[in-house]
Nanobody, 124 residues
Framework: QVQLAESGGGLVQAGGSLRVSCAAS????????VGWFRQAPGKDREFVAA??????????ADSVKGRFTISRDNAKNMVMVYLQMNSLKSEDTAVYYC???????????????WGQGTQVTVSS
């Protein structure tokens, strides 16, 4: 069973940077793709970025391309997936979630094992 936990959210001014992390433990997690999604108040959950199990393939939403970078560190017992967010905008304000999938993709239907989320607030 895979367990996910997001951390690193907070309050940042527009134009600033923040890195959120997803800690994952469990059998065979290193072979899973990981995706980041976000949900702003009153809006549907949307795709942000995803990375394959090896880290060789990444996808980004158009709205974050060039500003956000996803990466992962596959250790033996704990896998970390990071989302480095630069040039933040007020519209990036949301709860950010990570989840796993058997293959990398952009659809939330591929993913499961959602964490509790971490709040990112960008002040203008």
């Amino acid at each position: 069973q895979v367990q996910l936990a997001e951390s690193g959210g907070g309050l940042v001014q527009a134009g600033g940077s923040l890195r959120v992390s997803c800690a994952a433990s469990g059998r065979s997690f290193s072979t899973y793709a990981v995706g980041w999604f976000r949900q702003a108040p009153g809006k549907d959950r949307e795709f942000v970025a995803a990375i394959s199990w090896s880290g060789s393939t990444t996808f980004y939403a158009d709205s974050v391309k060039g500003r956000f970078t996803i990466s992962r560190d596959n250790a033996k017992n704990m896998v970390m997936v990071y989302l480095q967010m630069n040039s933040l905008k007020s519209e990036d304000t949301a709860v950010y979630y990570c989840a796993t999938a058997p293959r990398v993709g952009v659809s939330s239907t591929l993913y499961s094992g959602w964490g509790q989320g971490t709040q990112v607030t960008v002040s203008s």
